[in-house]
């Protein structure tokens, strides 16, 4: 409350206007700062409008915004090393992003999944498998959908269950807190975001920070015949379940087979294999693949 938190890329999916929404409801005194224009915002500006304790500045960044906050929001657009990140370092400002504050006041256990394709689908049908066989606690879906984390942080509790699809970019954020999910899934890495990090083994290693801060009593969810990524959690302190999305399916084939393309069987199999392992009965998922319509605009 009172302090002031500058968002630094407020951008158009969501996550910059969920940050803002949340500090302002906490009483900040919150700054939005993006390169882009108000026209160019508008979607976004037009979810804040309510709110009478933010401030803007658009087209441009300011360093007397970033040397006067308490706390800088950084969209994970925004790569670390930005001269307005390497500025508000200098000058001792703390700079976080949505999902390390996630991370950090979270109460229930989080599921995380990455991979270069596949995680929305994966994440999405987790949440549903989970939320299907699992009344007792609510399930949370969120990260990188097109809403902050943030938005959703009230509303946990304990005993909830938090599936988040995670980003590259959001993994870079939480290796700064050095802060990894309790279930993690990786559901395949291909060359991707090559203009952002400086060649393949580099975005590798930003994918291995889905587990790389795991405890030994967590899990790491793979495809057992993914030779890369085998290779890169050989050395995980979680421990690895090695799924056989062959024989994780079998007994569904026919709803998979009907419902979904083939390319996306990996992403079915490793929510199915988590499911089960989190207490998700059978029937529940052969319930699930009957009713549950896939997402939209996936090639």
């Known amino acids: 409350q009172n302090k002031k938190v500058l968002i630094l890329g407020l951008g158009l999916h969501g996550g910059g206007a969920g940050a803002a929404s949340f500090f302002a409801k906490a009483g900040a005194k919150v700054t939005v700062t993006d390169l882009k224009t108000k026209r160019e915002l508008k979607p976004a500006l037009k979810k804040l409008a309510r709110f009478k304790n933010i401030a803007y500045v658009l087209g441009r960044h300011r360093k007397a915004d970033i040397a006067g906050s308490d706390l800088i929001i950084k969209n994970p657009g925004v790569p670390d090393d930005s001269p307005w990140i390497k500025f508000a370092r200098r000058r001792g400002v703390a700079v976080r992003s949505d999902i390390e504050i996630f991370f950090k006041y979270c109460p229930a256990a989080i599921v995380g999944i990455t991979g270069t394709k ?117 050395g995980a302190p979680s421990k690895r379940v090695l799924v056989d999305i062959q024989k994780t399916t079998a007994p569904y084939r026919r709803e998979v087979d009907r419902r979904y393309a083939p390319y996306q069987k990996l992403s079915v199999g490793l929510a199915m294999a988590v499911g089960r392992f989190l207490g998700v009965s059978r029937a529940s998922i052969a319930k699930v693949l009957k009713k549950a319509k896939p997402l939209s605009g996936r090639l």
């Open 118 to 234: 596949g995680k929305s689908t994966a994440a999405w049908l987790l949440a549903e498998f989970l939320r299907k066989g699992n009344t007792r606690r609510k399930v949370f879906l969120a990260g990188n959908i097109r809403k902050s984390v943030l938005e959703i942080l009230p509303e946990i509790g304990q005993k909830d269950l938090v599936v988040l699809e995670l980003s590259s970019f959001q993994l870079d954020s939480l290796a700064m807190s050095r802060a990894s999910p309790k279930f993690a899934v990786i559901t395949n890495i291909y060359p991707e975001h090559l203009n952002r990090y400086r060649n393949f083994a580099h975005y590798v290693r930003a994918k291995a920070g889905i587990f790389r801060f795991q405890k030994k009593t967590d899990r790491l969810f793979i495809n057992r015949d993914d030779a890369l990524v085998k290779k890169i959690s050989k």
